[in-house]
C-alpha cells in the first residue's frame, strides 16, 4: 500500500521534476560549460579553458562594475530595512485607518519596474523634471540627476527605496505581530520605556525576520538592472555606472561575447554564494529564535 502511494506521487511528481532538470538544472550546467568556451551565439561553441575567467580578473571593467554595485548595496541597504521596520512599526501600532496606508505603502510593489522607472526617470528630468521644478521652488537648484555620474547611483537607490520599501515592511509587520504581546505586558509592569522596549524585546525577537529580509535584499541587490539600465537609457551616464548584471547582459547581448558574459554570470554567482554562507554563519552570533 505504501509502495503504491510512492508512485502515484512520484507519476503525479513527474512531469514537474523533469522540468525542473532540464529547463534549470541542465541549463545551469550547461551554461557552467558555457562558461569555458567562445561563442557568439552563431555556430558551435569554441572551448578556451579558464581564458574567460582570466580575462575578468584583468578587466578593470569588472572592477568597476563589482564597486557600483557593492556601493548600490552599501546605500540601498540599510536605508531600505530602517525605513521598512519604522513603518512596520507604524503600522503595527492603533493607528486609524491603517489597511489604507498598508495598501499605500505595497502599491508601488505591485507596480512593474519598467513603469517605475520611466515615471522617475520623467520626474527627475533637470529641465521639466517635478523634482527639480519643486528644489527650484524653494530657491535652490537640482541637479542634473541621471546625467551627472555622482548622482546616477543615489537617484537608483532612492527610486529602490521607494518601490521596495513596501515589501518589506510587510514581511516586518508579520515578525511583529508574531511577538507576544505578554512581554510587551510585563516589560510595562517593570516601567520599561518605549526604547528599553523595543531594544530589549522587539529587535532580538525580530531578529529572525531581519536576518531573512536581510537575506533576500542583499541577494536581489547583487541582481540589481532594471532600473539602472531603463532610468539610464539615452543618457550620457548609460556606459559610465556599469553593474554586474548590466555588464552582464551588454556582453551577452550586445556584443555576443556569451562565454564570457556566461562566466560572468557564474562568478556573480560564486559571490552570492559566499556572502549568503557567511550570513548564516554570523547570524548564529545575533538571530534569536526564542
Excluded at 527610486?159 to 511577538?179: C, N
Excluded at 556569451?258 to 560572468?264: H, S
Excluded at 554570470?265 to 548564529?284: D, E, P, Y
Amino acid at each position: 500500500m505504501y509502495k503504491s502511494k510512492k508512485k502515484i506521487i512520484f507519476t503525479f511528481l513527474f512531469p514537474s521534476l523533469l522540468g525542473l532538470v532540464v529547463f534549470k538544472v541542465g541549463a545551469m550546467l550547461y551554461s557552467l560549460y558555457i562558461s569555458f568556451t567562445e561563442w557568439n551565439l552563431f555556430g558551435a561553441p569554441e572551448f578556451v579553458g579558464l581564458k574567460n575567467y582570466i580575462t575578468i580578473f584583468r578587466d578593470p571593467r569588472f572592477y568597476e562594475s563589482l564597486k557600483n554595485t557593492l556601493l548600490f548595496i552599501a546605500g540601498y541597504l540599510p536605508v531600505v530595512l530602517v525605513l521598512s521596520m519604522g513603518i512596520a512599526l507604524l503600522l503595527n501600532s492603533k493607528v486609524k485607518r491603517v489597511n489604507i496606508f498598508r495598501g499605500l505603502f505595497f502599491l508601488p510593489v505591485i507596480t512593474s519596474w519598467v513603469a517605475v522607472s520611466m515615471i522617475w526617470k520623467g520626474l527627475l528630468n533637470p529641465e521639466f523634471g517635478i523634482i527639480n521644478s519643486i528644489i527650484e521652488f524653494f530657491g535652490g537648484t537640482g541637479p542634473a540627476w541621471l546625467q551627472d555620474p555622482a548622482f546616477v547611483l543615489p537617484s537608483v537607490i532612492m527610486v529602490s527605496v521607494w518601490k521596495d520599501v513596501g515589501f518589506l515592511s510587510i514581511i516586518f509587520l508579520g515578525g511583529l505581530q508574531g511577538i507576544s504581546s505578554e512581554y510587551y505586558e510585563a516589560a510595562q509592569i517593570d516601567s520599561a520605556s518605549k526604547w528599553q522596549q523595543f531594544r530589549k524585546i522587539t529587535l532580538p525577537l525580530l531578529s529572525p525576520t531581519t536576518f531573512y529580509a536581510l537575506i533576500i535584499t542583499i541577494i536581489n541587490s547583487f541582481q540589481v538592472f532594471d532600473q539602472i539600465w531603463i532610468m539610464t537609457a539615452g543618457e550620457p551616464t548609460a556606459d559610465l555606472v556599469p553593474v554586474m548584471v548590466t555588464e552582464i547582459y551588454k556582453n551577452s547581448f550586445q556584443y555576443q561575447k556569451m562565454g564570457y558574459a556566461t562566466a560572468l554570470s557564474w562568478i556573480l554567482f560564486a559571490i552570492i554564494i559566499g556572502v549568503t554562507i557567511f550570513q548564516n554563519v554570523m547570524q548564529k552570533k545575533w538571530v534569536h529564535y526564542e
